[in-house]
């Protein structure tokens, strides 16, 4: 055989097999993307399936208690899952509670000394809030890591000084007292005013993060050189995401001042901040879902032990400390390691049956 037909043949031998592995390639293609789309209706289900439940929780159990901590569960979750939106793009914002203060402290203030309604003045509120956090944002874009934490905390302490210096108008620190109800009587209406709330801002923040604009937040918190060299705007994103997390931090601030009908300066200081960070470690930072089991396990299990209240700092503090040692991920990883184990396990069995 001469070696130019040799030649020939290898070559069309590997022709050959690229067509095989493209092919190959591509039948695996539509199987991989039927799984995600199952993965995600499953997902779908299971998320319906939980509001559901929730939403009749006030026809079996109306409790008093059991609706005001659920209330409080609700809240926290859009304030949480809000301060995880500012976290994605690789920022850890110290103000949080002081957003959500300002909420608080707009909508008490119009309603009360303006006579404006509430349903007008909550939405009000978070779209000022919002405001305010992308005008703070602006010159906060450029800081980074310990340097914005720290501005941010800054901005915190000069919110409470400013409510404190018009006592006013804000009560000082007494607080703003008789700030107009939603409902009379029942907590049943305001039970499922901040379910339908937790719903739509999840909903919205869940959205927005698995966004072409979420996925260019996640390539800044990588590098944000890389991500500026490719031609993302750093600083367009990040104050995007600060007035994103700041409009559901004032919604769920301006929806407590109308819940609680007080607006103390002592429920949005430092403090508060940091509890909703720590809700966001205990569910787990990489997830979406964490900052939700983390709202429930560390208010639920509190309130459970009601009665040794006066432990449940320790408690709160002892399940952080067993999360970010043995759970670095938090509770979420927990329940994807497991999921992923008994995949592996099923795929297991699969192949032995095989």
């Known amino acids: 055989m001469k070696?130019?037909?040799?030649?020939?043949?290898?070559?069309?031998?590997?022709?050959?097999?690229?067509?095989?592995?493209?092919?190959?390639?591509?039948?695996?293609?539509?199987?991989?993307?039927?799984?995600?789309?199952?993965?995600?209706?499953?997902?779908?289900?299971?998320?319906?399936?939980?509001?559901?439940?929730?939403?009749?929780?006030?026809?079996?159990?109306?409790?008093?208690?059991?609706?005001?901590?659920?209330?409080?569960?609700?809240?926290?979750?859009?304030?949480s899952v809000s301060l995880r939106t500012i976290t994605v793009s690789g920022q850890f914002p110290l103000a949080h509670g002081a957003f959500m203060g300002i909420g608080a402290y707009?909508?008490?203030?119009?309603?009360?000394?303006?006579?404006?309604?509430?349903?007008?003045?909550?939405?009000?509120?978070a779209l000022v809030t919002a405001a305010i956090g992308m005008l703070v944002g602006f010159p906060f874009s450029r800081l980074r890591a310990l340097y914005y934490a720290m501005g941010s905390l800054f901005f915190g302490i000069g919110v409470l000084r400013i409510a404190y210096a018009f006592g006013r108008y804000t009560g000082g620190y007494s607080g703003l007292v008789g700030v107009p109800p939603l409902f009379a009587g029942s907590k049943v209406p305001y039970y499922y005013l901040f379910l339908a709330m937790v719903v739509f801002s999840t909903a919205a923040l869940y959205r927005f993060e698995f966004s072409r604009i979420g996925t260019n937040l996640k390539a800044i918190a990588q590098s944000h050189l890389v991500a500026s060299s490719v031609g993302i705007n750093e600083g367009f994103h990040r104050i995007l995401a600060v007035g994103v997390g700041c409009f559901f931090a004032?919604?769920?601030?301006?929806?407590?001042?109308?819940?609680?009908?007080?607006?103390?300066?002592?429920?949005?200081?430092?403090?508060?901040?940091?509890?909703?960070?720590?809700?966001?470690?205990?569910?787990?930072?990489?997830?979406?879902?964490?900052?939700?089991?983390?709202?429930?396990?560390?208010?639920?299990?509190?309130?459970?032990?009601?009665?040794?209240?006066?432990?449940?700092?320790?408690?709160?503090?002892?399940?952080?400390?067993?999360?970010?040692?043995?759970?670095p991920k938090g509770l979420a990883g927990l329940f994807r390691a497991l999921m992923l184990w008994r995949r592996g396990d099923d795929r297991g069995e699969a192949s032995r049956a095989a």
């Not at 030649?7 to 067509?19: L, T, V």
């Not at 190959?24 to 995600?40: L, Q």
């Open 3 to 79: 070696p130019d037909n040799r030649q020939r043949q290898i070559k069309q031998a590997d022709k050959g097999s690229d067509h095989m592995e493209n092919d190959r390639r591509a039948s695996k293609a539509p199987a991989s993307e039927a799984k995600a789309r199952g993965r995600g209706y499953g997902k779908g289900l299971v998320l319906g399936v939980l509001v559901a439940i929730a939403a009749l929780i006030p026809l079996f159990r109306d409790s008093a208690y059991i609706l005001h901590v659920l209330i409080l569960v609700f809240i926290y979750t859009v304030a």
């Open 250 to 327: 004032g919604l769920a601030g301006a929806g407590y001042a109308h819940y609680n009908c007080v607006v103390s300066p002592g429920s949005f200081d430092f403090m508060a901040t940091m509890w909703l960070m720590m809700y966001v470690l205990v569910g787990g930072m990489d997830s979406f879902f964490g900052p939700i089991i983390g709202t429930f396990v560390l208010i639920l299990i509190p309130e459970s032990l009601r009665d040794l209240k006066i432990y449940a700092p320790f408690v709160s503090a002892a399940i952080l400390g067993i999360v970010v040692y043995l759970m």
């Open 106 to 125: 707009l909508t008490g203030m119009t309603t009360k000394w303006l006579g404006w309604p509430p349903w007008f003045t909550i939405p009000s509120a």
